[in-house]
């Protein structure tokens, strides 16, 4: 059974950091095409961060670029998200998702995990 598990959320004031972790069971972390997508109420999900299963390519959402940086331990088949110089509009519930299929096809997804940053 596949499970993701997000942690790290929590409130914090605009300008700081946090770093979230999405640990993987029943897959493993690199053979998967590995995701952070966030999303607020009556919006749609955002697409945050990827790293693909080569862990080669990293890629970002437009709003986090230079601010957010995706990683993953291997050996603690876990993936993170250090995300730094936040901004009140990064306030969401921020999730995990896995595929071995395509990059876009993502097939396993995490409870999600909030964030909020006040001003």
């Known amino acids: 059974q596949v499970q993701l598990v997000e942690s790290g959320g929590g409130l914090v004031q605009a300008g700081g950091s946090l770093r979230l972790s999405c640990a993987a069971s029943g897959l493993t972390v690199s053979s998967n095409h590995m995701g952070w997508f966030r999303q607020t109420p009556g919006k749609e999900r955002e697409f945050v961060a990827l790293i693909t299963r080569s862990g080669d390519s990293l890629y970002y959402g437009d709003s986090v670029k230079g601010r957010f940086t995706i990683s993953r331990d291997n050996a603690k088949n876990t993936m993170y998200l250090q995300m730094s110089s936040l901004k009140p509009e990064d306030t969401a519930v921020y999730s995990c998702?896995?595929?071995?299929?395509?990059?876009?096809?993502?097939?396993?997804w995490g409870q999600g995990t909030q964030v909020t940053v006040s001003s």
């Open positions: 998702a896995a595929t071995r299929r395509s990059i876009g096809t993502y097939d396993y």
